[in-house]
């Protein structure tokens, strides 16, 4: 895999639906890094499509980015909170 990404291994015979999605995502993100690398702001076309992918595991996730100028981008997933 690229740029010494790894996913863990998952037998998949005891793969839940939730499993089955999330390992999709993190196959689908190691695919598409570069278009991670280059994202500078959330109104780029990518940032809609690598939301719905994330949506796909779970429908309150969000995602955010560091700098593109930092040394090390950091991908964060997040939880959109929703109150009673």
């Known amino acids: ?3 010494g990404l790894k996913l863990n291994a998952i ?3 005891r793969m839940t639906q939730a ?3 999330i ?3 993190w196959e689908w993100f190691v695919d598409h890094r570069t278009e991670f690398d280059s994202l500078s702001k959330p ?9 719905e992918q994330i949506k796909k595991v779970d429908e309150r996730f969000w995602i955010e980015l ?3 100028g930092d040394p090390i981008r950091e991908f964060i997933v997040t ?3 929703y109150l009673a």
């Open 1 to 3: 895999m690229e740029r």
């Open 11 to 13: 037998r998949i015979d």
């Open 19 to 21: 499993d089955i999605r």
């Open 23 to 25: 390992r999709a995502f």
């Open 43 to 51: 109104e780029e076309p990518f940032w809609e499509v690598a939301l």
């Open 66 to 68: 560091s700098a593109i």
């Open 79 to 81: 939880a959109a909170a």
